[in-house]
């Protein structure tokens, strides 16, 4: 098993910046790809940004050029850079892990007021 807590969620006005924090614990294999979701309400769980081991990163076009997600290995950590952030980025943000098996963390709260 793998366990992975976020942190560094809040409130913050448009156009502001937040960084999330993801430490994974546990039964820890090679962390091939570490990424972040989010999820509104009464919608799809949408993919965010992806980091593979190689340090290639992927974002989804809504976040890509004002997120920016990074490792640390040694840490077993993972971060999301959020900057000019917007309204509709409100959500809950998931950390997720590929360790053998996909894992996912317990989620914490973006919200961005206008």
């Known amino acids: 098993q793998v366990q992975l807590v976020e942190s560094g969620g809040g409130l913050v006005q448009a156009g502001g910046s937040l960084r999330l924090s993801c430490a994974a614990s546990?039964?820890?294999?090679?962390?091939?790809?570490m990424g972040w979701d989010r999820q509104v309400p009464g919608k799809q769980r949408e993919r965010v940004a992806r980091?593979?081991?190689?340090?290639?990163?992927d974002y989804a076009d809504s976040v890509r050029g004002r997120f920016t997600i990074s490792r640390d290995n040694a840490k077993n950590t993972v971060y999301l850079q959020m900057n000019s952030l917007k309204p509709e980025d409100t959500a809950v943000y998931y950390c997720?892990?590929?360790?053998?098996?996909?894992?996912w963390g317990q989620g914490t709260q973006v919200t961005v007021s206008s």
């Open positions: 980091i593979f081991s190689g340090g290639i990163t």
């Open positions: 546990g039964s820890i294999s090679s962390m091939n790809v």
């Open positions: 997720t892990v590929l360790s053998r098996a996909w894992y």
